[in-house]
């Protein structure tokens, strides 16, 4: 007698075995053998493939592959082959070229979806109703009106409702409650109300990198630390400059805390006047684009590496003028990064960007940003400024650098 084990073991083999033969075994059909007038089991012909002769008492069916422009795409007994679709239709296309296993595929292009035989544009949700259910090709978008504590005060096809603020996490008051249609308004004394605070701007971490030789040596802090003139950074602080952050982000960090604590020093104001200049056309290029929620998602999906989160953006959108907001989102794009180059960052972005549908004037505003920071006037002003900041001792870190 089988064991219960072994017993279970043979029944999953035969189950095996039966599955694997009908996968393998061609499926039949019935035809009359007119030689023999005898009723025979013939096997269908494979997708790609039409049925040239019947099979017989003594040969097997005999298929041949389907012509150019023609296909199968299922095991049949048919002695034709399919047509495959003319081109796709306008606002169309091709998703799959035509072969002789499969018909062409067309889809609709982005932002529309195939209703009886036209592309129409996705549905967008007025105010107070967000997407449920975001469009597809085949599908339209879906509406939901924002339930309570949730609203959506623009017109879109892909924004879903949001969260109110919340108006004690941020240190204010509630000053009006929020409905369908906007968001809470909160308020706050100037000492209590939350400030934009970008960490490190584009035109200081532009600097800073210039600053930053492309190796370390071991105590190449140490190094920087002496040779700044001014009010020299403390031990304490260096230490949790180097507990909390690595590699580039440290010089960063020791840069930015030296320049507030010399801020009053004529040499470092002669720096920050610099930068403002450096971030005024940082501004002009990039500053005027009044970014809607969806789009800033969108420009922060685009960017390489860790996400910056929706709760940051709406928190951006509260405590940052319009044309800080993006500026401010890089910056904790940078934070979470670690040693990326925000300005790497943005060019792998645009490369991207073309899949979201994004105004081509906010796109040709962070190409001329980029090259903007890139260009040989900004880099003589990198070079001017770093000297200022390490004063006469500039030979002294370049010989400690060696």
Not at 71 to 99: A, G, I, M, R
Request: one cysteine or more.
């Amino acid at each position: 007698m089988l064991s219960p084990a072994l017993g279970c073991a043979l029944l999953f083999l035969d189950i095996s075995i039966q599955w694997t033969t009908q996968e393998t075994v061609p499926p039949k059909y019935l035809h009359h053998d007119p030689e023999t007038s005898r009723q025979l089991m013939c096997d269908k012909c494979p997708p790609g493939t039409y049925l040239k002769q019947h099979c017989t008492a003594r040969r097997k069916t005999v298929c041949a592959p389907c012509p150019d422009h023609s296909y199968t795409d299922s095991w049949h007994n048919s002695d034709e082959c399919l047509y495959c679709s003319p081109v796709c239709k306008e606002l169309q296309f091709v998703k799959q070229e035509c072969n002789r296993t499969h018909n062409r595929v067309c889809e609709c292009e982005e932002g529309r979806y195939l209703e009886l035989e036209f592309c129409l544009k996705h549905r967008s949700c007025p105010p107070g109703l967000g997407v449920l259910q975001a469009g597809t090709p085949e599908r339209n978008t879906v509406c939901a009106r924002c339930s309570d504590g949730f609203f959506s005060d623009e017109t879109s096809s892909k924004a879903p409702c949001r969260k109110h603020t919340n108006c004690s996490v941020l240190g204010l008051l509630l000053t009006q409650k929020g409905n369908a249609t906007s968001d809470s308004i909160c308020s706050g004394n100037s000492e209590t109300t939350p400030k934009c605070g970008i960490d490190v701007t584009l035109c200081e971490e532009a600097l800073f990198r210039f600053a930053v030789p492309p190796k370390f040596t071991p105590n190449w802090l140490s190094v920087l630390v002496d040779n700044l003139p001014g009010i020299k950074v403390n031990t304490e602080s260096i230490e949790r400059i180097k507990r909390r952050h690595n590699s580039q982000e440290q010089t960063f960090q020791l840069l930015k805390l030296w320049k507030q604590q010399n801020k009053d020093q004529d040499m470092v104001k002669r720096i920050i006047q610099d930068i403002d200049l450096c971030e005024n056309g940082v501004q002009r290029h990039i500053g005027h684009a009044n970014l809607t929620f969806e789009q800033l998602r969108s420009l922060m999906e685009s960017l390489p590496g860790k996400k910056v989160g929706i709760e940051d953006i709406e928190r951006t959108r509260k405590t940052c003028k319009s044309t800080e907001q993006f500026l401010k989102l890089l910056s904790l794009w940078r934070i979470r990064n670690g040693d990326q180059d925000t300005l790497k960052g943005l060019m792998h972005a645009l490369k991207h960007l073309k899949m979201y549908h994004f105004p081509k004037t906010v796109t040709h505003s962070l190409r001329k940003t980029i090259r903007f920071l890139h260009s040989f006037t900004m880099y003589r002003l990198y070079q001017k400024l770093f000297l200022e900041m390490i004063g006469n001792q500039v030979q002294s870190v370049k010989i400690s650098c060696l």
